[in-house]
C-alpha cells in the first residue's frame, strides 16, 4: 500500500551517528539484538495501522532493564529519538518508527515475574500478552480485566501506553483503573516508580499520568497489575430490534434502571450481517441493530438482573431476546462480536477503524449523518459500539487500490471523529491518538490545552526525544490543519502564525 | 443551592496574582483545610463558582462547577437512586466538590470500588498563567491527551485551581447490611483481604477495637444470600448502620483523642501484618488504611511504613508538627524531581497553594 497517508519530513539518521549508536549498542548487547539490515528492519516499518509506514534506521531489542537505562542514556546523549514498541498491535500509529530514530523493541521483556494470590496482584514485565496474564493467574480462579480485542498478542506495555479498554471497560475500567505500579525509564536512563503496593500513593498521580501517554514521558519496564476473582455466574442476554434508536434508548434504560452490565456491545445491520457471516454464531440478519448484554456477579445478583434486563428488552419490543444456554453458546455469541473486524474486512478489500466516543444519548444524530456521508462519499460504514461507554467503532469499508479511495477514507473519518468532538465526546476512546488523529486533536484542543500538553512532556522529556511528534500536534500543524477546517467562520487557533 | 459562573473573576484575580507574583491560597468551604501545611497567603474563594452545569443519570456523569457542595452533589445523585461510589469525607457541611477531588479523599469503599482518581472523567482549570484549560470529558472512555485530570485529583490544588469537574457515578445499592465478629488483629487482617477475593459483594471492611466489620451492599436478596454465606467467616449481622459513616467522616470516638495527640494516616500494601509503632489503631480499607493515635516520633513512624511499601500522612497535627515533620510523606528523589518540573510546568511563578502537599514547592 502506498505511504500516500504519512510523510516523515524529518531528515534521516545521519549515517555517522547510526554507526556509532551500533558501536556503542554492540557493547552492551549481542549482535541478534541491534538489528540494522532492511530484512530485520521491515518487520518493524508499522504498527496496527499499516496504511502509515517507516523501515526504522535501527531496532534494538533489550533484554535488561540495565539495557534500556543504558540506551535511553545514549540516546539522550547523541539527540536521537526513541520509539518504544511492544506487540504493535496499536490502531492510531503510535508506534509508527522515525526516519531519524530508533526503534526500542520490549518483546524480550516477556516474563510474568510473579503471582501473588493473596494479595490479587502480578508483577509482569511489558513485553508479557495481555491474555497470558488471564491465563497464568487462572490457576488461582483469578485475572486480569481488561481485555483489548487484541488481547491474544497485545502487551501489557502496550496497554499501559495507550490506557487500552476493551469489552468490559464500563463495569471493570480501563488498564489505568487496574494497574497498581509502574516501573520506568526515563529519557536519561532514571529508574522511576510511580503507583505503589499500597492502596494510594503520594503526590501527583504519575501512575495516571502514564497512563495514555503513548510512550512520550518514559519507557515501561514493570508493572504491578490487580487480579481480579473469576464472577461465580456469568449470563449473557442477546437482544435485537428493528432499530438503532431503539436498542440505542435500552441501554439507557438498563442503566438508569440501576445495572451495570460486565460488557454492553451493539451492532449495527452491516455489521451483523458481516459476524454472523464470518463466525455464524446466531445473529438474527434481519435485525437493524443487536446488543450483547453480559452480567456477572453472585447467582442471586445475576439471576435478578438478567430478569431487570429481559423485561426492559421486551418491553422495548425486541425483535429477537434469547439468554445464551451455556457457556458455549455464551462463547459463540461473543465469537461474533469479537470476530467484527475481520468479519467486515472480508467484505471489503480494506477497512479503516475509527475509536470515536460520544455521549450516547447523541447515538441517533452521530448515526444518522454518518449514514449521509456514507452516501456522499460512496464509502460503505459498519459499526461496532461499546454502547455502555459511548465508544463508537465506525468501520469505513474501502479499497485502497481504487485511485483516492483512501484518501477520501482519512477524510471521512477525520469528520466523523470532529462530529465526536462537536456532540461532546472525543476523537479517541481506547485506540490512542498517535499519528493518524493528530489533526483532529487540533479540533478537540485549544492552542493553550495542547501548550499545556507539550509543557507535561517537557517535564518528563525536555529534548522531546521518546516518540516525538505523536499524540500532541505542533501548533503549526494545528494551523496547517485549521487553514482547511474552519467551523462556523472562526478560525481555529487564531494566535499562531501561519504559512 | 446557587448557580453562578464566576470563573472570569477568578481568572482576573489569578492573572493579578501571577503578575504580581502573589501567592494564593485556593480556598473552597475549607472544611479540610487541616490537611496539609496552611499558609497566609490571601484566599483564592471558589466556593461562589457553583452549581450542577450537567447530570445524565443514563451516562453516569455529573459535571458541577467546584464550589458546588458535595451535599448538594449527594442529594443530586440520590435523587436518581446514583452515588459517589467512592465514598468522598466531607468533614463537615461546607465540603465543596473542588475540594474532595483537589485532595482526592475516599471513603471505606474504596478497595472494592476504587478512589477518587477512578472516578474523574474531565476538569476545567486555570493554570499558573491563568488560562482556562480543559482536558478529559464527560464520557467513560476518552484517550485524547495526556490525563490531565487524574493529575489535578489529589494535587492539593498546587498545579491549578479546579473551576469545574466531570466525575463518573455509579447506581447506589439498594441496601447495605454489617456482619460483625470479634477476632485478634492477625485473623482480621487475613479475612479482611480474603473477602475481597471471594467474589461477594463486600463494600467495606474494617477492624475497631477488636470487632471486625464487614459491610455488604446489593439487593435484599444477594446481601442476604451473601451474609448467610459468609457467617462462618465475620459473624452475624449487626445493627450498626451509621457505622462507615462515622468512620469516613471522623466521628467515632476514636477520632476525638484526649490530649489532642496528633492522627496519622498509614497506607500500607495488601496484608501488611501489624505494625510495631506504639498508639491506638483503627483499621480500614480491608488493612490497607490504618489510623493512628501516637506521640512516636515521625521519623520513626514514616521509616516503619516505608520499610513495608507504605507512607504515612500526618492527618491531624498542631502546625508546629505539620511544619517540623511534613504532613505528606517525602517523596523519593527522582519523584520529587519530576513534581517540581511538573509544578514549575503548570505553575510557573509558584503561586498556588505553596507548601501545602510538600515544603520543596
Known amino acids: ?499 | 443551592m446557587t448557580d453562578k459562573d464566576i470563573s472570569a473573576e477568578l481568572q482576573t484575580q489569578v492573572e493579578q496574582a501571577a503578575a504580581t507574583q502573589t501567592p494564593l491560597t485556593i480556598q473552597g468551604g475549607g472544611s479540610k483545610s487541616f490537611l496539609g501545611v496552611r499558609n497566609n497567603a490571601i484566599a483564592l474563594d471558589v466556593k461562589q463558582h457553583s452549581g450542577v452545569i450537567s447530570y445524565e443519570p443514563t451516562e453516569l456523569v455529573i459535571t458541577a462547577r467546584a464550589g458546588t457542595t458535595l451535599e448538594e452533589i449527594n442529594s443530586t445523585l440520590l435523587s436518581q437512586g446514583q452515588t459517589l461510589a467512592f465514598e468522598p469525607p466531607g468533614f463537615g457541611a461546607e465540603a465543596t466538590i473542588g475540594g474532595t477531588i483537589a485532595c482526592a479523599l475516599a471513603g471505606p469503599a474504596k478497595p472494592y470500588l476504587g478512589g477518587t482518581r477512578d472516578y474523574i472523567l474531565g476538569c476545567r482549570i486555570l493554570n499558573g498563567r491563568a488560562q482556562n484549560l480543559k482536558f478529559g470529558g464527560e464520557v467513560m472512555k476518552n484517550v485524547a491527551g495526556y490525563d490531565a485530570s487524574r493529575l489535578m485529583t489529589g494535587a492539593m490544588g498546587t498545579l491549578g485551581v479546579l473551576l469545574d469537574v466531570s466525575i463518573k457515578v455509579l447506581p447506589r445499592a439498594e441496601r447495605d447490611i454489617t456482619l460483625a465478629a470479634s477476632m485478634d488483629v492477625e485473623s482480621a487482617i487475613d479475612k479482611m483481604q480474603a473477602l475481597a477475593g471471594l467474589g461477594q459483594p463486600v463494600t467495606a471492611a474494617a477492624f475497631i477495637d477488636g470487632t471486625l466489620f464487614t459491610r455488604l451492599s446489593g439487593t435484599e436478596t444477594t446481601t442476604n444470600a451473601a451474609a448467610h454465606n459468609l457467617k462462618s467467616m465475620v459473624g452475624e449481622k449487626t445493627d450498626n448502620s451509621t457505622l462507615w459513616q462515622q468512620l469516613r467522616e471522623h466521628s467515632l470516638p476514636f477520632f476525638q483523642p484526649q490530649n489532642s495527640q496528633p492522627l496519622w494516616r498509614v497506607s500500607v500494601p495488601a496484608l501488611t501484618r501489624p505494625l510495631d509503632i506504639e498508639g491506638e489503631w483503627v483499621y480500614d480499607w480491608a488493612g490497607m488504611q490504618r489510623w493512628l493515635i501516637s506521640d512516636a516520633p515521625a521519623a520513626l513512624i514514616r521509616s516503619t511504613c516505608e520499610a513495608v511499601g507504605g507512607h504515612a500522612t500526618l492527618y491531624r497535627g498542631t502546625e508546629e508538627m505539620q511544619r517540623q515533620a511534613g504532613v505528606f510523606h517525602p517523596l523519593p528523589a527522582p519523584l520529587l524531581s519530576l513534581h517540581k518540573k511538573l509544578k514549575d510546568e503548570f505553575d510557573p511563578k509558584g503561586i498556588f497553594n505553596q507548601q501545602r502537599l510538600f515544603p520543596e514547592f
Not at chain 1, 499499516?50 to 540495565?66: G, H, I, M, N, S
Not at chain 1, 475481520?342 to 444524530?365: F, N
Not at chain 1, 482519512?410 to 469528520?415: A, Q, S, Y
Open chain 1, 1 to 499: 500500500m502506498s505511504q500516500a497517508l504519512f510523510k516523515d519530513e524529518t531528515p534521516a539518521l545521519d549515517d555517522d551517528t547510526r554507526s556509532t549508536l551500533i558501536t556503542r549498542f554492540l557493547s552492551f548487547m549481542d549482535d541478534e539484538s541491534v538489528l540494522r539490515d532492511d530484512e530485520d528492519l521491515y518487520p518493524y516499518e508499522s504498527d496496527g495501522l499499516a496504511v502509515y509506514r517507516q523501515k526504522p534506521p535501527l531496532v534494538v531489542l533489550p533484554e535488561t532493564v540495565d539495557q534500556v537505562q543504558r540506551i535511553l542514556k545514549i540516546c539522550n546523549e547523541l539527540n536521537v529519538p526513541v520509539v518504544a514498541r511492544g506487540a504493535g498491535t496499536g490502531l492510531s500509529g503510535g508506534a509508527l518508527p522515525l526516519k531519524n530514530g530508533i526503534l526500542l523493541g520490549m518483546a524480550k521483556f516477556n516474563k510474568i515475574v510473579s503471582i501473588d494470590e493473596n494479595a490479587r496482584t502480578a508483577v509482569v514485565q511489558p513485553g508479557v500478552r495481555n491474555l497470558a496474564i488471564s491465563e497464568a493467574a487462572s490457576d488461582y480462579n483469578l485475572y486480569y480485566a481488561p481485555d483489548p480485542s487484541s488481547q491474544i498478542v497485545c502487551t501489557i506495555g502496550g496497554n499501559v501506553a495507550e490506557n487500552s479498554g476493551g469489552v468490559h471497560c464500563l463495569k471493570y475500567g480501563m488498564t489505568v483503573h487496574n494497574v497498581l505500579q509502574v516501573t520506568a525509564v526515563t529519557i536519561e536512563g532514571e529508574l522511576i516508580t510511580v503507583g505503589s503496593m499500597a492502596c494510594d500513593t503520594q503526590g501527583f498521580d504519575l501512575l495516571g499520568l502514564l497512563h495514555g501517554s503513548e510512550g512520550m514521558l518514559a519507557v515501561t519496564v514493570e508493572i504491578v497489575v490487580k487480579l481480579l476473582p473469576k464472577p461465580d455466574t456469568t449470563k449473557l442476554l442477546m437482544a435485537a430490534f428493528d432499530s438503532v434508536d431503539t436498542a440505542g434508548d435500552t441501554v439507557a434504560e438498563i442503566i438508569a434502571d440501576g445495572i451495570i452490565p460486565a460488557g454492553l456491545e451493539m451492532m449495527d445491520k452491516p455489521a451483523i450481517v458481516a459476524a454472523e457471516a464470518f463466525a455464524q454464531c446466531g445473529y438474527p440478519t434481519d435485525a437493524e441493530a443487536l446488543f450483547l448484554c453480559e452480567l456477572d456477579g453472585t447467582e442471586e445478583e445475576v439471576q435478578h438482573q438478567l430478569q431487570q434486563v429481559e423485561a426492559l428488552v421486551r418491553k422495548n419490543n425486541a425483535t429477537v431476546v434469547h439468554i445464551a444456554r451455556d457457556e458455549q453458546e455464551r462463547m459463540q455469541l461473543w465469537k461474533g462480536r469479537k470476530s467484527a473486524f475481520p468479519a467486515v474486512g472480508r467484505l471489503s478489500p480494506d477497512y479503516y477503524c475509527i475509536d470515536g466516543t460520544i455521549p450516547r444519548r447523541h447515538l441517533s444524530r452521530v448515526l444518522q449523518q454518518m449514514n449521509t456521508w456514507s452516501d456522499e462519499y460512496k464509502l460503505r460504514i459498519a459499526n461496532v459500539f461499546h454502547a455502555g461507554d459511548g465508544n463508537l467503532h465506525p468501520l469505513i469499508l474501502f479499497d485502497a487500490n481504487v485511485e483516492g479511495e483512501l484518501e477520501r477514507t482519512e477524510e471521512l473519518g477525520g469528520k466523523i471523529l470532529e462530529l465526536c468532538v462537536e456532540v461532546g465526546g472525543t476523537i479517541t476512546g481506547e485506540h490512542g491518538v498517535g499519528m493518524e488523529k493528530i489533526n483532529q486533536m487540533c479540533v478537540q484542543f485549544s492552542s493553550d490545552e495542547i501548550t499545556q500538553f507539550h509543557a507535561i512532556k517537557n517535564a518528563f522529556d525536555p529534548g522531546a526525544l521518546l516518540n516525538p511528534g505523536k499524540a500532541i500536534p505542533t501548533l503549526n500543524r494545528c494551523a496547517e490543519y485549521g487553514a482547511l477546517h474552519v467551523h462556523h467562520g472562526e478560525l481555529p487557533h487564531p494566535d499562531i502564525e501561519r504559512f
